[in-house]
């Protein structure tokens, strides 16, 4: 259990976790001297995985509300939200911050979001434009339409993006973007560029009403393929052994035949098996990899000894993939190759993953003798993942130790969800780890527990 205060670092740390902790620790003590650690918060997204987790800005804006400190971190803040940040990740939580503020009333944030409206850098993506059109209205558009037409000259690709109007039609109805750019676009000529732009090619724009057959494209000029109607079942199906083995054998590259890894999942035992045959025959390290990768999800009736073997073998990726590959097994040799590793302090390359079929009473000590904080960030995160799906298959009292561990230590805020869900599944959550998770950063973690937003 933790204690309250805590120290600068165990606050930032918790903060950049999301942790609710950091969000008792500023109610009950205030936020003196942490100015720093906030402002960085709030120009920094400081997520794991920001395309996975949810957005933290408007919980960090609520963790400093009330606090003396609050208004003196927001007028440091503001100013910066519109500087140039080459991460996109940061320039996205920038404009949430803004938009966010200046619905609030803060006049400045509002001037600052248009500030933060650009073309990212070295990409296509604009940012800005979604949080413009949800706060300002059709006021917005108008800003968005007619800085991608300024563009026109230029860049006319870049110009030619539909997204505003999707946008602005969701929140209005469709058809209502089109109409209030058509009537601004006899007076300004960028919202015309924009508007030609959009355009398909030969198309005039004579009429001012959306129609049926004519909205962000028309339909008239897409030629559409057959094969797309297909599932992505359906497509991993009909690639046969043969299919895979020639491109094993000629592709290149690092993330060749990573798609290999969905194949399995879908294809039929016998070419698994003759995937297998070609599996036990190769001897180059980057093709055995490739032939590992449908048994991350395609399981034989039985588990075949090539697995075990080449779970020693000296490249570690492979090594990584057998044991993925044996760990679908409850078998007496794979739970063997578990203890000997696990008994070892090896753990990050899905030794963990080995005990899913092979969990006994008196595990999770063992497993707990192998875990350690002090590793590499990703490492840490892979093995919360495999740890996960070992204490979910395995409903026991046992989890709660490695899943305090993982609630503690994992960077991930979806993982840490997931640990305290087994926990209360197995009636083992601790009562500090439940009030603390009324305050998480994470909206479906509070609820889960019997909270909504962060209480006062």
Same mark, same amino acid.
């Given at each position: 259990? @933790?204690?309250?205060? !805590?120290?600068?670092?165990? @606050?930032? +740390? +918790? !903060?950049?976790? #999301?942790q609710g902790r950091a969000f008792m620790h500023a109610r009950r003590f205030g936020l003196g001297g942490l100015d720093e650690v906030l402002i960085d918060a709030l120009l920094h997204d400081r997520q794991y995985d920001p395309q996975c987790e949810c957005g933290r800005f408007a919980w960090l804006l609520d963790l400093i509300a009330r606090d003396p400190i609050g208004e003196r971190v927001l007028d440091a803040v503001i100013p910066r939200l519109g500087e140039p940040t080459e991460n996109f990740w940061d320039a996205t939580q920038r404009c949430a911050v803004a938009q966010l503020l200046a619905a609030r009333g803060r006049a400045d944030a509002r001037t600052a979001l248009y500030q933060c409206l650009r073309i990212c850098k070295d990409s296509s993506d604009v940012i800005g434009p979604s949080e413009i059109i949800e706060l300002d209205g059709a006021d917005g558009l108008l800003r968005v339409a007619s800085f991608l037409g300024a563009l026109n000259d230029t860049d006319r690709e870049r110009c030619a993006d539909n997204s505003p109007i999707r946008w602005y039609d969701e929140a209005h109805g469709e058809g209502a973007a089109r109409r209030i750019l058509e009537h601004a676009a006899v007076h300004s000529k960028e919202v015309a560029a924009y508007l030609r732009a959009i355009e398909p090619e030969g198309t005039g724009n004579e009429q001012s009403e959306p129609t049926r057959d004519r909205g962000y494209l028309n339909v008239n000029n897409v030629q559409f393929q057959a094969q797309a109607r297909e599932s992505h079942a359906d497509k991993m199906r009909r690639i046969s +052994?043969? &299919? =895979?083995?020639?491109?094993?054998?000629?592709?290149? #590259?690092?993330?060749?035949?990573?798609?290999?890894?969905?194949w399995g999942g879908y294809a039929a035992v016998a070419d698994l098996r003759t995937i297998r045959d070609e599996l036990s025959r190769e001897e180059d390290p980057e093709r055995i990899q490739r032939y590992l990768r449908p048994f991350t999800h395609g399981v034989l009736p039985e588990l075949d000894p090539c697995f075990l073997r080449l779970a020693n073998h000296e490249d570690t990726r492979v090594r990584d993939l057998a044991q993925r590959a044996a760990s679908h097994y409850a078998h007496p040799d794979v739970r063997k190759l578990a203890l000997d590793r696990l008994s070892a302090g090896q753990f990050v390359h899905s030794e963990v993953l080995l005990l899913k079929k092979n969990f006994q009473a008196g595990d999770a000590a063992l497993l707990m003798g192998a875990l350690r904080p002090d590793v &590499?960030?990703?490492?840490?995160? #892979? =093995? #919360?993942? &495999? !740890?996960?799906? =070992?204490?979910? /298959? *395995?409903? /026991?009292? $046992? %989890?709660? $130790?490695?899943?305090? @561990?993982?609630? $503690?230590? /994992?960077? %991930?805020? *979806?993982?840490?969800? &997931?640990a305290v869900e087994i926990m209360m599944s197995t009636n083992t959550a601790p009562a500090w780890v439940l009030d603390e998770c009324r305050f998480d950063c994470a909206s479906s973690l509070r609820s889960r527990v019997g909270g909504g937003s962060p209480p006062d």
């Open positions: 259990m @933790f204690e309250l205060p !805590l120290d600068p670092d165990k @606050f930032k +740390a +918790a !903060l950049h976790r #999301g +052994a043969r &299919d =895979v083995i020639e491109s094993v054998r000629t592709e290149s #590259g690092p993330w060749a035949c990573i798609w290999l890894i969905s &590499d960030i990703h490492d840490l995160h #892979g =093995v #919360g993942h &495999d !740890l996960l799906k =070992v204490f979910s /298959t *395995n409903k /026991t009292p $046992e %989890c709660l $130790e490695p899943m305090l @561990f993982l609630y $503690e230590h /994992t960077p %991930c805020s *979806n993982c840490r969800e &997931d």
